[in-house]
């Protein structure tokens, strides 16, 4: 059977559909376009309703084409309703992935449905395949509550994966020529709430591991970092952690932080941001703000503006808010969209404007980079040890390389 991937959304769902195509390797002929192929797998995303439109289509389109269509990811636990206007012909639920090849096999023969709960260890079913940059779940689900997400539908309440499963699975991807290791949840921060040991204690064992790797930390969320601050600081003095924290705000404002259900201030998620900053002066801070929340006024919105120019963050996803199914935000008011655009226009220029700054702040700076990717037009794109991205015109992927910063935009550097 020839399979071909199409993966939405974030780096756990990259990361499961490694895992899915590793499991149908040998079995099956993995192809890279969809024309090729004879079932098309989309592992999907629902985390916004611009998403699950842009995964519905793609669904649409494969089926168009005469192609049979896995649909795994999170949308079926999220949005089932949709599913009415579009029936694929196999499903694959986020925790029984290791039934792809069984769905795979069930579409092309006429329909086979898994969404039962397997709870199986990724981290275990994590291979090693010689990719430059590899995403290794440590855990699933969440212990949140937030009144805007629809994820915790999908990927349930925690569970955490062995220690010594993903210490392994980090060996495997580094022995294989893996040199930048994500580490990935739905909140790295909870990790181990479950089971015992937590972040702090993996990151240690991670960094056991012998060879020259990069390990980036995926998302946490400040409710669960707090507690843990300072283990969490000392964890990331390694060599091989990336100093590269992202940590989402979402609001600046006290108020609709509350109606969020986030479980922390502004003041506590400045106070974790002062914690890493003063240890590392190269931090580099992801954050995220959603846009337009149903109580958001045009004060609370000022709130976040303000917040935002105070931590002047490296990184910054701005999310518009849409309503999902199942979830108590879904039950307020929406703003209009020219509200939420209005808005978003103004986040995004400010969003801009500190980025720059931020980033002619290295200009004559003298840095090491770990190449990781090609770009466009025969250039490569490095990372420095604060995890900013450097566009070089020379390179060798895997390679360290001293540079120059000679030039800098809003989201990358020039280096040479």
């Not at 025969?378 to 566009?391: E, I, P, S, W």
């Amino acid at each position: 059977m020839k399979v071909y991937f199409e993966t939405f959304g974030c780096t756990s769902n990259q990361a499961d559909t490694e895992i899915m195509k590793s499991l149908l390797e040998g079995g099956h002929n993995l192809v890279s376009s969809r024309s090729d192929s004879d079932v098309v797998v989309i592992n999907s995303c629902a985390v916004i309703d611009r998403t699950e439109r842009k995964v519905l289509k793609a669904a649409e389109s494969a089926r168009a084409e005469g192609k049979k269509v896995v649909l795994a990811g999170c949308l079926p636990r999220i949005d089932p309703g949709a599913l009415t206007t579009f029936k694929p012909d196999s499903i694959v639920s986020p925790d029984s992935i290791n039934l792809i090849a069984r769905a795979v096999e069930g579409a092309a023969a006429g329909g086979f449905t898994a969404v039962s709960s397997q709870h199986v260890d990724k981290a275990v079913l994590s291979a090693g395949n010689g990719q430059l940059i590899r995403a290794i779940p440590i855990a699933e689900g969440c212990l949140g509550s937030c009144s805007y997400c629809g994820t915790r539908f999908a990927r349930g309440r925690l569970r955490s994966f062995s220690m010594d499963s993903i210490t392994a699975a980090v060996q495997r991807a580094v022995i294989s020529g893996t040199r930048e290791v994500q580490l990935t949840a739905q909140d790295t921060g909870i990790y181990g709430m479950d089971t015992g040991p937590r972040l702090p204690e993996l990151l240690r064992q991670v960094c056991t591991v012998k060879g020259d790797f990069k390990v980036r930390v995926g998302m946490m969320n400040p409710t669960y970092v707090a507690p843990i601050l300072g283990d969490l600081i000392q964890a990331f003095k390694c060599e091989h952690v990336y100093k590269f924290l992202h940590l989402p705000l979402q609001s600046g404002d006290n108020s609709v932080l509350v109606h969020m259900k986030r479980g922390y201030r502004v003041e506590d998620f400045m106070s974790i941001v002062a914690g890493f900053r003063k240890t590392f002066a190269g931090l580099t801070l992801a954050t995220d703000v959603i846009i337009g929340y149903p109580t958001e006024d045009e004060a609370a919105f000022e709130k976040t503006l303000a917040t935002v120019e105070a931590l002047r963050p490296g990184v910054l996803n701005i999310t518009r808010f849409s309503p999902r199914p199942m979830t108590d935000a879904a039950e307020l008011k929406d703003l209009t969209d020219r509200v939420k655009k209005e808005r978003s226009r103004r986040m995004s220029e400010l969003k801009k404007r500190i980025l720059l700054e931020n980033n002619e702040k290295f200009l004559g700076q003298k840095v090491d980079v770990l190449v990781t990717e090609k770009g466009k037009n025969g250039t490569f794109l490095a990372r420095t040890d604060g995890y900013k991205q450097v566009v070089l015109e020379f390179g060798m992927l895997g390679e360290m390389h001293r540079v120059e910063i000679t030039d800098a935009k809003a989201h990358y550097l020039i280096g040479k």
